[in-house]
């Protein structure tokens, strides 16, 4: 089937929101390409006005498709990084714990033969096994969380429904899991094959290398680095909740609610001329009108879901009003709707009139005097104190066949542009009826499920032309809600690293701790033998416990603030030392914290002194 498109349009010198691939020589980086074409757009501004104002960009191929979701990408990264961290830690605090234990194992296998390499060697590779078992049992997991991606995230994100358990991938969760065998084995497998033969033979293993003041210090060191990460993530994930609630709470300023979005492109060689394709359009249009169950139903060509549109935007003046800087031109986002429109997404007209039958001209006369509705802010930005209606604005570097257009009505604002960021454009709209187009969005607002008027839309566009077909088709709440799929994504995911990362820290603490009481039973049965009560015993453990917590928390704030400048960047609503949210996250891991905590003190409390006194 033919595509049909005004391609003499495109080659106007005013159509500037064009996209254009080429392939540099070899040597020539992105940074020479932007400074070669922003001297030549320099020079066309120069001899062309309606060139001013607009600018080149050079990205890369795969960075220009990946950089709106950039950010998410990076902090999902972080997070994850983070959490391997804290994982790889815990189990080497563990596994120190548990090399302790072994001690008297180890001198006896040194006083058999063995070298210090060979027992290294032995604690890595049971130390691999534990990472190999644990990464088969994480692979199901993987594909679930792959699959939990795909249903989260923005349909248009680049690269998501490629991404798969494919070799490439296991051969990095093999790479992963090997960098945690080493990271979390080595250390132990230092310390175990480290000991002093005489002592652990005695049986002093109490007072080994492993077992001493050195031995604690260093698990207590990396449960600090545990709980400090965890704080770290535990306040992001904060933020970015916090945040994601924020962008939803922004006022849009239309009602997305009970609304069917259908794409209509007329890409058939019969609709080469724009008569016909403006018959079909307002055929359609009557009988989508008489559907049962709409109540308002409207054209546009560019609705809430092209944000790349939106990103362009199109520089205006202001007749009898001083020309801004060349580079700092406002800019407006344009819609070309249908009368019907402002109704359709409920839209408060403030001032003026909608579009009618008065915006429509003849054929030779269709780009004379076309009328223009502004949004509020436009209104009060250039026309503060008096009302616009009646007043002119200037596109003269727009690729519409009119550059001058008269204020009809002033309507509220609305967020077309970013919902998580402020747009710093103004919004606009254009009669459809002045303009030339194959490319709609029919709105339909429905009285119930918005979802139920497919099968009739269907039926009425196959009554109308038979070989047309429909395009992508969705409710305008479903346009909205992915918008915020890329920040949905992120603060989903790394609340899940976040759990998972307290989990650890939880068990890391709880290990640790109970680790140390099994090696003070006998200092806790004396404690107790010369009359120390449970409420002594067990405010011993908890403040050995809490010092490592407080200490951690210290250190976590510490890094939260320093990398606050990074991640405010990436907020909306919420400040990066949001004290709430930093509240919030420090109380959760206390609570974790003493659990974990608890359990080894509450063991600690019911320990025999006879019995303790006796080992």
Known sequence: MDVVSNWGNWRGRDSHGLFCVARLKDGVTLAQAQADLEIIQRNLAARYPEDRGYGVRVDGTYLAQTKPYAATLWRLIGAAVALLLISTTNVATLLIARASDRQREMVIRTAMGASRFRLIVQSLVESTLLSVVGGFFGIPIAWLGIQLIKWVSPEDMPGVIDVSLNPEALGMFFVVAMFTAVASGLFPALISSNTNAATALRGGGDRGITAGPQHRLTQSTMMIGQISLTCVLLIGTGLLVRSFQAAQDIPLGFNPDNVLM??????????????????????????ARQLPGVTAAALSDSPFCFVWWHDVGEPFTIPGQ???????????????????????????????????????????????????????????????????????????????????????????????????????????????????????????????????????????????????????????????????????????????????????????????????????????????AVGALSWNILTLVLKRGFTLVGLGIFIGLLVAVAFGGFLGSLLYGVGSNDPITIGLSILILCLAALVACLLPALRAIRINPVTALRE
């Open 262 to 287: 259908a794409e209509v492109h007329l890409m058939n060689k019969k609709y080469q001329e724009q008569g016909r394709a403006d018959d079909l359009f307002a055929s359609l249009l009557g009988k």
């Open 322 to 528: 001083p020309l801004p800087e060349p580079g700092h031109e406002p800019r407006l986002n344009g819609q070309l709707i249908t009368p019907g429109y402002f109704n359709a997404l409920q839209i408060p007209l403030l001032e003026g009139r909608d579009f009618d039958d008065r915006d429509r001209r003849s054929p030779g006369q269709r780009f004379q005097n076309p009328g223009i509705i502004i949004s509020r802010a436009l209104a009060e930005t250039f026309f503060s104190g008096r009302s616009p209606i009646g007043k002119q604005i200037e596109l003269p570097g727009s690729d519409m066949d009119a550059k001058t257009y008269t204020v009809i009505g002033v309507v509220e604002n609305t967020q077309h542009a970013g919902l998580d960021q402020p747009s710093p454009k103004f919004n606009a709209y254009f009669p459809y009826f002045q303009h030339l187009t194959h490319y709609e969005f029919l709105l339909l607002r429905s009285s119930g499920d918005p979802s139920d008027l497919l099968p009739a839309l269907r039926r009425t566009i196959a009554s109308i032309d038979p070989d047309l077909p429909l395009g992508k088709v969705m409710t305008f709440e479903d346009a909205v809600g992915q918008r915020f799929g890329a920040r949905k994504l992120t603060a989903l995911s790394v609340s899940i690293f976040s759990e998972a990362s307290l989990f650890l820290s939880a068990v890391g603490l709880y290990g640790v701790l109970a680790y140390m009481v099994s090696r003070q039973t006998r200092e806790i049965g004396v404690r107790i």
